[in-house]
């Protein structure tokens, strides 16, 4: 079964900067992170996760949430089975465990749009930024 480590996660001041990686791990030869988008979302205590970020494969086209626009770009390396986060301009309130998923497309209705649909989450990695 294909899981997902997050990493990249710490404590920044207001304006800093991170770089989120999700590495798929635990899947079987022949593999192949290019056929699906990878989404990363957010979770703060009390609140619902979120989506922030995704990546469709083949265009590469991206979505964003509004409160990120501008200030975080998603990418990915299909060669190392790996998904990225930049987070530019931090601020307090992008304070939350952030995860990532893989769906089959960015589209409305998906599962980016509707997280709670999914089953299994992995432990995600907190970002914590000081004002």
């Known amino acids: 079964q294909v899981k997902f480590v997050e990493s990249g996660g710490g404590l920044v001041q207001s304006g800093g900067s991170l770089r989120l990686t999700c590495a798929a791990t635990?899947?079987?030869?022949?593999?192949?992170?290019?056929?699906?988008?990878i989404a990363w979302f957010r979770q703060t205590p009390g609140k619902e996760r979120e989506g922030v970020s995704c990546?469709?494969?083949?265009?590469?086209?991206?979505v964003y949430a509004d409160s990120v626009k501008d200030r975080f770009i998603i990418s990915r390396d299909n060669a190392e089975n790996t998904g990225y986060l930049q987070m530019d301009s931090l601020k307090p309130e992008d304070t939350a465990v952030y995860y990532c998923?893989?769906?089959?497309?960015?589209?409305?209705?998906?599962?980016?749009?509707?997280?709670?649909?999914?089953?299994?989450w992995g432990q995600g990695t907190q970002v914590t930024v000081s004002s």
């Open positions: 990546i469709n494969s083949g265009d590469g086209g991206t």
């Open positions: 998923q893989t769906l089959p497309a960015c589209t409305r209705g998906s599962y980016y749009y509707f997280p709670e649909r999914y089953d299994f």
């Open positions: 635990g899947f079987a030869s022949g593999f192949t992170l290019d056929r699906y988008a």
